[in-house]
């Protein structure tokens, strides 16, 4: 739980109200890789703010898993369509590796951005980095095939050094090993 509120506390000072009541309505939970933490018919109504670890929003087709986004340590997912609604997102989320999360219900979270004022100004911050992180994905899906490996390191360098070959290139939409390694070459050379 200090993990969670020293990261917090890195944009906002946390007031010991604040605090507690983070103790109080959130748990910190770890998966274990490869498990769902839901499928996509399930409505799982939570905030989930990730300590440690990799996540995967996905969907499927024709019973294939499709990678839609990755989320890394220091972002979050909600089981709806965002914390504030309670619509299920009709995607999958699934931990890629072995994952630490701080989960809060939505109506708690929306209780705690109600009444604490640091609170609400350190989610409009993840929010934001949200925004910058979905405007760097469309830039690198909309840049060439070639240059998309490029992109993605330059961009998103965490997110880089942490996915598989074969996760990258799933996120990129590169077909095949011989697409990849073209990209990696013009990687390379810059």
């Not at 951005?113 to 690198?140: C, D, F, M, P, V």
């Not at 095939?145 to 330059?154: G, V």
Request: proline share 3%; hydrophobic share 35%.
């Amino acid at each position: 739980m200090e993990r969670v509120i020293n990261y917090f506390s890195y944009y906002r000072k946390l007031s010991v109200e604040t605090k507690q009541f983070l103790r109080k309505n959130g748990r910190i939970k770890q998966y274990p890789s490869a498990t769902y933490y839901k499928m996509y018919d399930e409505q799982v109504s939570k905030w989930c703010f990730i300590i440690d670890g990799l996540v995967a929003i996905i969907s499927f087709n024709k019973q294939k898993e499709i990678l839609e986004r990755f989320y890394s340590s220091h972002y979050y997912f909600s089981g709806t369509k965002h914390p504030f609604s309670s619509n299920s997102d009709s995607n999958s989320i699934k931990f890629l590796r072995s994952t630490t999360i701080y989960e809060i219900p939505n109506g708690s979270f929306k209780e705690g951005i109600g009444l604490y004022a640091e609170l609400n100004e350190i989610y409009q911050i993840l929010k934001q980095h949200e925004i910058r992180y979905t405007q760097q994905l469309i830039s690198i899906l909309n840049s060439p095939s070639l240059h998309r490996l490029h992109a993605l390191a330059t961009l998103q360098p965490e997110l880089y050094n942490l996915l598989t070959i074969k996760e990258k290139m799933a996120y990129l939409n590169i077909s095949n090993f011989k697409y990849y390694y073209l990209a990696l070459s013009y990687h390379l050379r810059f």
